[in-house]
């Protein structure tokens, strides 16, 4: 399967736990993708790479979100000191860089704070 | 600013009659609109897509949607629902350098046999 993969897929965790979430792009693929849906909205974005750089992480939605893509190639999205807000669906997306490609989505990481 | 209107939370039809989902948009510059279908604990699979090329866009599993700038509209439609047609909808418009999809907040179609 050369689509999008995440792991894990599910991740329950205690409140004040740190979690990281793990996206591997399509290979060929330069842009990378994160983005969050909690139950009956639509996905929202957070951030993106185009290779390494992190061109966009304003809407990371606070200090305890970060994210990573340190060779290019896959990307890490860890929350620190988690919160029952942070329940949610964490999705990687990843495209070729230039206007009107198709992103394609991997099928999420559900976080779930206890 | 840019935004995405879906008009109906949720349409149920029955097998075999036609669907009619409708988004609505507002973008400041030439958009990219895109709909995505999300079956139950699934991601988000891509059913077609608008670049500026032509307005009418067919798609995968039957389905097109037809790009209408002076309604700002891009309605999804398919002549004959089928049972597996049930899911989540989602209509999205793309950022000016595409790196930010818009995501509207979904349609649930739900298929009766």
């Known amino acids: 399967d050369t689509g999008v993969s995440q792991n894990p897929r599910h991740k329950i965790t205690k409140r004040g736990q740190n979690v990281t979430f793990r996206c591997d792009p399509i290979s060929e693929h330069n842009r990378l993708y994160w983005y969050r849906q909690t139950l009956g909205q639509g996905p929202e974005f957070l951030t993106y790479?185009?290779?390494?750089?992190?061109?966009?992480k304003s809407r990371l939605l606070s200090d305890r979100f970060s994210a990573e893509r340190p060779k290019g190639s896959f990307s890490t999205l860890e929350i620190q000191r988690t919160e029952q807000g942070d329940s949610a669906m964490y999705l990687c997306a990843s495209s070729s860089s230039g206007q009107g490609v198709t992103i394609y989505f991997g099928e999420g990481s559900w976080l779930t704070v206890v | 600013a840019q935004s995405v209107t879906q008009l109906d939370s949720h349409v149920s039809v029955s097998e075999g009659t036609p669907v009619l989902l409708r988004c609505n948009y507002s973008s400041s510059y030439s958009p990219s609109l895109f709909w995505y279908v999300q079956h139950p604990n699934k991601g988000l699979q891509l059913l077609l897509k608008y670049t500026s090329a032509a307005t009418l866009v067919k798609g995968i599993n039957g389905f097109e949607a037809e790009f209408k700038k002076s309604e700002t509209s891009f309605h999804l439609t398919k002549p004959s629902a089928h049972m597996s047609d049930a899911a989540e909808y989602f209509c999205?418009?793309?950022?000016?350098?595409?790196?930010?999809?818009?995501f509207g907040k979904g349609t649930l179609l739900t298929v009766n046999p």
């Open positions: 790479f185009q290779n390494e750089a992190q061109l966009e």
């Open positions: 999205v418009l793309g950022g000016g350098s595409n790196y930010k999809l818009t």
